[in-house]
């Protein structure tokens, strides 16, 4: 394929996967979905992340007090370990979100 071939093909618009707009090329990711489907979806997978991180957060903390009935002198290694749990269950709530909201490719 030719040079100039490829710079028409790049430039030309295509429709976003996702909500049907028409965008140049260029504009588009490997999926074929838009900045703003994309920025969408981030903001969703954002607010579910972190609210599966508060449940665990929430979860882990109950069964300390409850199961472990921890002692004051050993309180910050239990909270830090809330926190922690907060911190990276929300961190991975994000990104399975994120990756089955760009698998099922629904118009936002």
């Given at each position: 394929m030719k040079k100039s071939a490829l710079r028409h093909d790049l430039a030309s618009d295509i429709a976003c996967a996702n909500c049907g707009r028409t965008d140049p090329a260029s504009n588009l990711d490997r999926?074929?979905?838009c900045e703003r489907c994309i920025a969408v979806a981030r903001e969703r997978a954002k607010r579910i992340g972190w609210v599966c991180g508060a449940l665990l957060a929430a979860a882990l903390a109950l069964?300390?007090?409850l199961v472990q009935r921890p002692s004051r002198m050993l309180i910050g290694g239990w909270l830090g370990a809330v926190l922690a749990t907060?911190?990276?269950g929300g961190r991975a709530g994000m990104e399975l979100t994120?990756?089955?909201l760009r698998f099922r490719g629904?118009?936002?």
């Open positions: 999926h074929l979905w069964w300390i007090y907060f911190w990276l994120y990756g089955v629904r118009p936002q």
